[in-house]
Each structure stands twice: as C-alpha cells, then as structure tokens.
T-cell receptor, first 113, second 113 residues
C-alpha cells in the first residue's frame, strides 16, 4: 500500500485478555516505530526496529508488552493480560532510514474494559 | 532527561494573528529535527524537517521553523493563522546513539474567530 497500515482501527477488550496490534509499514522502509498516545501524555516511545539490528525496547512499560517484526516488514505489538491503563491509541510509523521523515499510520484505539 | 521539550502545552490565538510554538532540544538529540501536526481525530503528518543546510525551513500550510544551534531551539512559526490550523503540534528529534525518534509532549494550538 501507499502508506502505513494498522489493524484493527479499534479494539475493545476485557481486562486480562491478550491483544495483538498489527502494523504494515511502507514497502522498503527499514525503520519501524511503535508509540502510545494517551490523553494529555503526548507520544510515548515504545519500541524501535532498524533493519536486522536488535530492536530498541527501552520504552516498553512492562514485560506484558512485546513486539516483533517478521521479515523486516510487518510488525505485531502484543499486550498480555491487558489492564485498564493500557487503554490508548497505539501508533506505528516507518521511515526509509532513522534520519529520514517518519510516516504514521492512523493508529489502533485500544479500550480495555 | 527529556530530549525534546515543548514549553507550551496549549496556545490560544485569534485568527490572522501570528503564532510561535516553542521547541528546545537537548544535546542528546542529533540535529535531525521535525515538526508533526495532528488534526482532530486524524493521524500525524509531517509539517517540516531540518536535516542540514539552511537554518530556516519552510513546510506545508505556510509554516516555517528556524534551527538555532546556540539556543538549541527549533521554534515553529506562522505569520497569520487560520481556524483550520487548530491542531496539536509535535516537535521531534533523532536521539543520538540510539537513532530513535523522540517526541515532545505536544502543543495544542487553538485558533479562535
């Protein structure tokens, strides 16, 4: 596709359930980012993939959060045993290289009830 | 320490007035700097970027920003705003060493008639 695609666009889940959020970056983009946007909190960095390098996981808030990127393309963010404080919009972005502009997807709005 | 600081969380202005949204970066951030805009209920899109060269950078929708190395600033300006400029604006930079893209907490610009 022409842009970064995220699915689902909305997800409502019960507390304690696991969720998977998907990101399809722009073809050829080697850098991929996940951010979390909560009301009044700006963009919180979660994880960064660059090519075949080990991902920078320094922003993951707890061990319930994990992410992988298969074949240098599609990425999945998994949240285990969801909590209400996990409710937020999860944004994915990709770029040709770290110093280049990042393009964002529309995000997945996660609501934990 | 935060790498990118946006000094104002909210900026209200009247239509056709000039506006400046402030952004300062720390020494841990390389001189790759960006401004993104998020219109209500939409994703983030790139307004402008500074990678090198001229310190005055022009972006879309009449916005411009000036890179000031001595003041470690990258303030965003527009000489005359429109109602349609109402949005949240995010300053971002590449964190040196890690190469990850880090954001300020955002500034909500509200343009009133």
């Amino acid at each position: 596709g022409a842009g970064v695609s995220q699915s689902p666009s909305n997800k409502v889940t019960e507390k304690g359930k696991d969720v998977e959020l998907r990101c399809d970056p722009i073809s050829g983009h080697t850098a991929l980012y996940w951010y979390r946007q909560s009301l009044g909190q700006g963009l919180e960095f979660l994880i960064y993939f660059q090519g075949n390098s080990a991902p920078d996981k320094s922003g993951l808030p707890s061990d319930r959060f994990s992410a992988e990127r298969t074949g240098g393309s599609v990425s999945t963010l998994t949240i285990q045993r969801t909590q209400q404080e996990d409710s937020a919009v999860y944004l994915c972005a990709s770029s040709l290289a770290p110093s280049q502009s990042a393009f964002f997807g529309q995000g997945t709005r996660l609501t934990v009830v | 320490a935060q790498s990118v600081t946006q000094l104002d969380s909210q900026v209200p202005v009247f239509e056709e007035a000039p506006v400046e949204l402030r952004c300062n970066y720390s020494s841990s951030v390389s001189v790759y700097l960006f401004w993104y805009v998020q219109y209500p209920n939409q994703g983030l899109q790139l307004l402008l970027k500074y990678l090198s060269g001229s310190t005055l950078v022009k972006g879309i929708n009449g916005f411009e920003a000036e890179f000031n190395k001595s003041q470690t600033s990258f303030h965003l300006r527009k000489p005359s705003v429109h109602i349609s400029d109402t949005a949240e604006y995010f300053c971002a930079g590449i964190q040196g060493g890690s190469e990850k893209l880090v954001f300020g907490k955002g500034t909500k610009l509200t343009v009133n008639p």
